[in-house]
């Protein structure tokens, strides 16, 4: 067989992508496997993806449709959940958890409700944490403003 790039040269193997035979000038080894140079980066953005059988990790972004983040190509960097929000039911509502059912926090959130804002003193520290911007969501996002 000869390559299909160089047809004087004798093909030395064939890319596990597109099944075309090349020469070893033409080929590249990435882990056991030949590849051309075309398709190369195939092989590398399936590396990148994770381990073989899984799927690429999924954000998920809280009450927004993840079509319209994938239409427009941005990516949230922050809750959909407004600081304002959360900073008003932990005032008025703080002591039965309402703001960590808001957020997503569940658990925490039944926590709060049966020990009383965690004796108070979860409550106090949850005010001081929406106030100074750094409570965030069930995800990890930090609330937005307004």
Same mark, same amino acid.
């Given at each position: 067989?000869?390559?299909?790039?160089?047809?004087?040269?004798?093909?030395?193997?064939?890319?596990?992508?597109?099944?075309?035979?090349?020469?070893?000038?033409?080929?590249?080894?990435?882990?056991?496997?030949?590849?051309?140079?075309?398709?190369?980066?195939?092989?590398?953005?399936?590396?990148?993806?994770?381990?073989?059988?899984?799927?690429?990790?999924?954000?998920?972004?809280?009450?927004?449709?993840?079509?319209?983040?994938?239409?427009?190509? /941005? %990516?949230?960097?922050?809750? =959909?959940?407004?600081?304002? @929000?959360?900073?008003?039911?932990?005032?008025? *509502? !703080?002591?039965?958890?309402?703001?960590?059912? /808001? %957020?997503?926090?569940?658990? =925490?959130?039944?926590?709060? @409700?049966?020990?009383?804002?965690?004796?108070? *003193? !979860?409550?106090?520290?949850?005010?001081?944490?929406?106030?100074?911007?750094?409570?965030?969501?069930?995800?990890?996002?930090?609330?937005?403003?307004?």
């Amino acid at each position: 067989m000869r390559c299909a790039n160089h047809p004087q040269a004798e093909a030395s193997g064939a890319c596990v992508y597109c099944g075309k035979f090349f020469c070893s000038d033409c080929l590249v080894d990435y882990r056991g496997r030949s590849y051309c140079k075309a398709h190369i980066g195939n092989a590398l953005d399936a590396a990148s993806a994770g381990p073989a059988g899984y799927p690429p990790p999924i954000t998920i972004h809280n009450n927004v449709s993840a079509a319209a983040v994938a239409r427009s190509g /941005y %990516v949230l960097r922050c809750s =959909t959940k407004s600081k304002t @929000a959360a900073f008003l039911l932990c005032l008025f *509502f !703080g002591l039965f958890g309402v703001h960590r059912f /808001y %957020v997503g926090k569940f658990g =925490t959130g039944l926590l709060w @409700a049966f020990t009383g804002g965690l004796f108070v *003193f !979860g409550w106090i520290v949850d005010l001081v944490s929406i106030a100074s911007g750094t409570f965030a969501d069930s995800y990890g996002f930090q609330l937005k403003r307004g």
